[in-house]
């Protein structure tokens, strides 16, 4: 009995490595640790804080001359005007700016990103540990916290969803169904029909937009989520141009693969890199330089902004132009690879 318990574990183990999922469970946590490294780490007392100040605002003498004095833990940057600094935060260059306060004089008020972050709790701190240490126990330096984002938690996770959605669908649904397709022979039955390449091509990308569609729309009822008139239209758009794109590209990725093990395997490899610098890009400076490189990075930063920000399509054109570029650069090699009858 232990015997054949044996030789059933290790053929099912050769049989993982034959078909690469060994590699896929190698991977996975080789690619998340090797991200999460990117992520900004929650400890900010070993970088300088990036304080934002406004050229001509009036601020208090003695928290200019203590914010100078602490040049180990505070970098003081000016800037041309309140909105120039928002601009600055959303590139994540800096932590936070100080504004004077116009509902209370000599205090002010502080303007962040979002106002649960470790940037806020450390700028905090850090200004009322300088004023205790030149004013003593006086009211705070800053009397009020404005968020430049201020929404739940449901809604901020809501582009990562999506996202997440989209490229399950695109990476891991489709290619397994066409690797399934080629591997039973299915698709080259088809092919000797009066069905011709382009249909099925058609069909199947339109397949995989109708079943992004249905899981985003679900999403939305679940979370009972409205959009307005205007940034709902530019969120279709994007929805439908980023459904295409990721829908033609697994269905070339489903091209590349014999077997559904090894689509399934592929399909991650793609999934990952993906998903996680997109998503995590807001949480660190080097992903955020790293994410455009992806498809996926045009499609998530505009539906984050459309939804979380109230932007337009006109403010993300280009973006919306190369969504559909790829999505119709994977359409032509896949029809490539079929009309060469690739792996069938």
């Known amino acids: 009995m232990i015997r054949n318990m044996i030789t059933l574990m290790s053929n099912d183990l050769a049989t993982a490595f034959k078909n690469k999922t060994l ?3 190698l991977f996975t946590p080789l690619f998340v640790f090797l991200a999460l490294q990117f992520v900004d780490q929650t400890d900010t007392g070993h970088r300088k804080i990036k304080i934002g100040l406004i050229e001509k605002a009036a601020y208090p003498p003695a928290m200019l001359r203590s914010i100078r004095s602490a040049d180990q833990a505070f970098e003081a940057v000016w800037l041309a005007d309140e909105a120039e600094g928002k601009a600055w935060l959303k590139e994540k260059k800096g932590d936070g700016i100080l504004r004077p306060s116009g509902k209370e004089p000599q205090r002010l008020e502080l303007i962040v990103l979002t106002k649960a972050s470790f940037q806020t709790i450390a700028i905090v701190e850090g200004v009322a540990a300088l004023q205790n240490s030149v004013e003593g126990d006086r009211p705070h330096w800053i009397s009020e916290i404005q968020p430049i984002r201020e929404s739940t938690v449901l809604q901020q996770t809501r582009p990562t969803w999506i996202l997440m959605l989209v490229l399950l669908v695109g990476f891991i649904v489709l290619p397994a169904q066409i690797a399934e397709e080629k591997e039973k022979k299915l ?17 199947k990308i339109f ?3 109708i079943l992004i569609g249905a899981s985003v729309l ?9 959009l307005e008139l205007g940034s709902g239209a530019s969120y279709i ?4 141009a980023g459904a295409f794109c990721f829908s033609a590209f697994g269905v070339f990725v489903g091209f590349l693969c014999r077997t559904q093990a090894s689509a399934r395997t592929l ?6 890199p993906h998903l996680l610098p997109s998503a995590l890009s807001e949480f660190s ?19 984050r902004s459309i939804l979380l920000e109230g932007n337009r399509l006109s403010n993300f054109f280009l973006e919306w132009v190369y969504l559909v570029s790829v999505g119709l ?10 009309k060469k009858r690739w792996l069938m």
């Open 218 to 226: 679900f999403l939305h009822l679940l979370g009972r989520l409205p």
């Open 285 to 303: 400076q080097k992903l955020t330089a790293v994410a455009p490189f992806l498809p996926s990075y045009p499609f998530y930063e505009p539906i």
């Open 267 to 272: 399909g991650v490899l793609f999934y990952l």
């Open 187 to 203: 698709l080259l039955g088809l092919l000797q029909t009066p069905i011709r390449e382009m249909e099925w091509l058609l069909a």
């Open 329 to 338: 650069a994977a359409c032509f090699f896949s029809y490539i690879l079929m």
């Open 23 to 25: 590699y896929l469970i």
């Open 207 to 209: 397949s995989g937009m």
């Open 237 to 240: 758009a994007f929805l439908i």
